[in-house]
């Protein structure tokens, strides 16, 4: 019923969560549990909204109850869904975080209920050996790198993580039920050591478009930043993977420490 009301509703004809059950059960019942994790509203029988979210135990289950939330969708604009998100709030959940908000209307929302809505900053660095057709980046002179003292390795193995000041807490399943072992994307973890000590780890998509092109997106961190810059590091990897440019949409991580990679 949920995915026939995304094929019937949605605003984009032929969304994947219509389509496959596989992607669909991937997201929102890794597990396959008897519930998934959906909240529907009716009224006279019929569905009129729907509000999918996904616990970070989605992917292990002896995570916390952080959240994100991952789809808000109604039937049609007189159709609000927020008894929805009032029942999603009961239940007791560690934290609670999205993106990709409409300004216009969920912002309403958040300010209603007291939460926080900032913007995402966009943090990219260019192969400056392939010409960039995928995305308009501005022209800039190459950064002069130097050598640097950390060490890497980048692969889709994962045994350990490094210590993490930051909220949520994750872990080695989380990350290779998530990412590493993801059946319909391309996933590699980039390892930052200082003195054989793990520093942090980057979570990168690798995105291939048919005919144009490869792009490396950094979609996910944990760790300490390194203190240092490690430029040349990133240049290697893109390199290699012959990509126009690696980037990182970034809310939360202090903006000079990111600057100083």
Not at 81 to 86: A, R, S, V
Not at 213 to 235: A, E, H
Request: with cysteine; charged share 30%; glycine share 4%.
């Amino acid at each position: 019923k949920i995915q026939k009301f995304i094929k019937d509703y949605y605003k984009k004809k032929n969304h994947i969560l219509s389509k496959s059950l596989n992607v669909f059960n991937f997201f929102f019942n890794f597990y396959k549990r008897e519930k998934i994790n959906f909240i529907s509203q009716k009224k006279n029988g019929k569905i009129i909204s729907i509000f999918g979210y996904v616990p970070n135990n989605n992917w292990d289950f002896k995570l916390k109850n952080d959240v994100y939330l991952g789809w808000w969708q109604n039937k049609s604009k007189k159709d609000n869904g927020l008894l929805n998100l009032i029942y999603f709030l009961k239940k007791d959940w560690e934290s609670i975080y999205s993106m990709g908000l409409n300004k216009k209307n969920s912002k309403k929302i958040i300010d209603f209920f007291g939460w926080k809505f900032n913007y995402l900053k966009h943090f990219y660095i260019k192969n400056y050996n392939i010409k960039t057709t995928i995305a308009k980046l501005k022209e800039r002179k190459e950064f002069k790198y130097s050598n640097t003292a950390f060490k890497y390795e980048y692969n889709k193995k994962i045994k350990k993580l490094p210590d993490h000041p930051y909220f949520p807490k994750k872990s080695v399943a989380y990350f290779k039920n998530k990412f590493l072992n993801n059946p319909f994307f391309d996933y590699f973890v980039l390892k930052i050591f200082l003195k054989k000590k793990l520093i942090c780890i980057f979570i990168v998509k690798e995105i291939k478009i048919k005919k144009i092109g490869t792009v490396l997106r950094i979609v996910d961190f944990y760790g300490n930043l390194p203190t240092s810059n490690i430029y040349i590091i990133f240049k290697e990897i893109i390199n290699s993977k012959k990509a126009q440019y690696i980037d990182f949409l970034n809310y939360g991580l202090k903006e000079e420490k990111i600057k100083k990679m």
